[in-house]
């Protein structure tokens, strides 16, 4: 009679010793099985091991454990060696194989790499998933000769080759941060070439201390990466020699501002890291104009600065694919449906002759509110104008004409048509330190009668002062917190309190504060007329300038047009 636990028993005759066999088959022949029952039970000569099936995961398990050995590819193509190998330097967790294989079984296995010279590559664990998956195989041992090594890989059906440079020891050398250059010219979504006259390169000098292998490179950021590497050899020892780091494949620029990035060295001793800025050219932008004039607008000397290359181009002050007129009116109407039906970056609106009305003060706010940029600059004879524009993009926000000098009644030393007032210190700040010049402590000028000017008495959350309203001239009790050039970075928004005139052929002491060369390179003056030698030197082309390089940064960032 069998156990009472089971319905068969099989018991070796009394003195015979022997046992019972199962069917004995390789991997192939079990996996061959249609239809297996839970439980089924084999002899799998490949693994020397007992294997059931388990029907709940639809799998063999092996009675030695796990789920028995993967099958997979490898993705021969695809296979990488990463670190650095020098001869006598023993591998570190840097050093591995990249090796990607295509599982169609789940198991375990195990990968090998063998080099030859005295160094290897080994990892065994298990898959549990089919598809593609990336295995890192880390190395082992001392590479012995200076040479490539063609690596075999084995543990697939195939086997793969690898190829590893060694080099000779590591040269010690410093790096001279202060000589690192950033060249060519960078645009979002262009990829990085390392050849031409624009190659994208960074080129700097290292001082070497001993001869060896050295590699410099930096870390994928932004989608650009540089790289070089080489030996110096002992002669070099005590010298500066130069060095230039080269993209790597597939770099391509993901941001349109500039950013840093790390360069780092392998060397064991001095200097290993700098850091240098990746200077991002803006992608081709519009702007537009409002305001005709043909002194009080950027129609006039102001223009040839937006089209002259110099300030703004491939190669100029602000780097930019192009910056092109979309549009000019002087007509309000005209204006509102251009903003729609041809959307600039950017809109400089000088409001000397080109009054506001309803519509536009809409479709002012809604482009303002889509990311628009606007430089406005008011009219000195129109405060309503001033007022329901502003208020408009901010309720609540209204200007206000200046008072006239402190108590009516202006100095005698004081210049007889406006005043002068002082661009704050903002250190980092984009507008008064920005590509045209660093303007902190240096003027901001008006040319209007003594309430020509308009500001504003509290400014926006978040919003930054330029000049306050307060000056040393007839203006000197005057709330410091009242502001005539000011700007929202949140809202896209500057505000100057007046039109300036500009020209192109004014002397040091001609009437327009706004000067530029014929070509519209920013120019600095002296203010007024003549009728007060004393006067100082203003900034306004420079600041007007800097003023449209904010404009377009942040167009190009967070605008109204997908950049």
């Not at 099989?10 to 004995?24: F, N, Q, R, T, W």
């Not at 040269?171 to 202060?178: E, M, N």
């Not at 628009?372 to 309503?384: K, P």
Request: proline fraction near 6%; include cysteine.
């Amino acid at each position: 009679m069998p156990d009472s636990s089971s319905v068969l028993q099989v018991i070796s005759p009394i003195g015979k010793h022997k046992g019972m066999l199962i069917p004995a088959m390789n991997q192939a022949q079990r996996d061959s099985i249609v239809k297996p029952a839970n439980g089924l039970i084999i002899y799998n000569v490949d693994e020397d091991c007992f294997n059931y099936y388990d029907s709940a995961q639809a799998v063999w398990i092996s009675v030695c454990g796990g789920t028995g050995a993967a099958k997979f590819e490898f993705i021969c193509n695809s296979i990488a060696a990463n670190g650095t190998y020098v001869t006598g330097t023993p591998l570190t967790g840097a050093n591995y194989l990249s090796v990607p294989i295509h599982v169609s079984k789940p198991g375990s296995f195990s990968i090998l790499g063998v080099s030859g010279n005295g160094y290897s590559f080994s990892y065994s664990s298990v898959v549990t998933d089919t598809g593609t998956v990336l295995v890192n195989v880390p190395g082992l041992g001392n590479p012995i000769s200076v040479q490539t090594d063609k690596v075999m890989i084995n543990g697939a059906t195939d086997t793969c080759y690898a190829n590893v440079t060694v080099q000779t020891n590591v040269a010690t050398y410093s790096l001279d941060c202060a000589s690192a250059v950033v060249n060519g010219n960078y645009i979002k979504g262009t990829p990085l070439t390392s050849t031409g006259a624009n190659a994208n390169t960074i080129t700097l000098r290292v001082t070497v201390s001993s001869g060896g292998y050295y590699n410099i490179s930096t870390p994928l950021t932004n989608g650009v990466q540089f790289t070089c590497s080489g030996v110096f050899d002992a002669l070099t020892a005590g010298t500066s020699q130069p060095v230039t780091l080269l993209p790597t494949t597939g770099s391509v620029p993901t941001v349109n501002q500039d950013f840093p990035i790390t360069i780092n060295a392998n060397s064991p001793a001095g200097n290993v890291t700098c850091s240098a800025t990746i200077p991002i050219t803006l992608p081709a932008m519009k702007y537009a104009l409002i305001g005709t004039d043909s002194w009080f607008s950027w129609t006039s000397a102001r223009k040839p600065a937006l089209q002259n290359g110099a300030s703004f181009g491939l190669n100029g002050t602000v780097r930019i694919v192009s910056l092109t007129e979309a549009w000019e009116t002087n007509s309000a109407a005209t204006a509102t449906t251009n903003i729609t039906a041809n959307t600039p970056d950017i809109i400089m609106y000088f409001a000397y002759s080109a009054p506001v009305d309803a519509n536009l003060i809409a479709a002012l706010k809604k482009y303002v509110n889509a990311g628009g940029v606007l430089i406005y600059a008011s009219s000195s004879s129109d405060l309503s104008s001033a007022q329901q524009l502003v208020s408009g993009l901010f309720p609540g926000i209204t200007p206000a004409a200046m008072p006239n000098c402190n108590s009516g009644a202006c100095p005698a030393n004081y210049p007889n048509d406006d005043n002068c007032y002082m661009i704050n210190y903002i250190p980092g700040d984009p507008v008064v330190n920005g590509p045209f010049g660093n303007l902190g402590g240096k003027y901001w000028a008006e040319d209007n009668g003594t309430t020509g000017t308009f500001y504003i008495p509290q400014l926006p959350s978040g919003a930054v002062q330029i000049c306050s309203a307060m000056n040393n001239w007839g203006h000197t009790n005057l709330n410091p917190n009242w502001s005539v050039v000011w700007y929202s970075n949140s809202s896209n928004f500057f505000y100057f309190g007046d039109t300036d005139g500009a020209s192109a052929t004014d002397t040091t002491t001609g009437a327009f504060p706004a000067l530029y060369s014929s070509t519209g390179i920013p120019l600095t003056k002296q203010y007024g007329n003549g009728d007060n030698a004393n006067s100082p030197y203003v900034y306004v082309s420079a600041l007007e300038l800097n003023a449209v390089a904010w404009g377009l940064h942040k167009a190009a960032v967070s605008g109204i047009n997908p950049h």
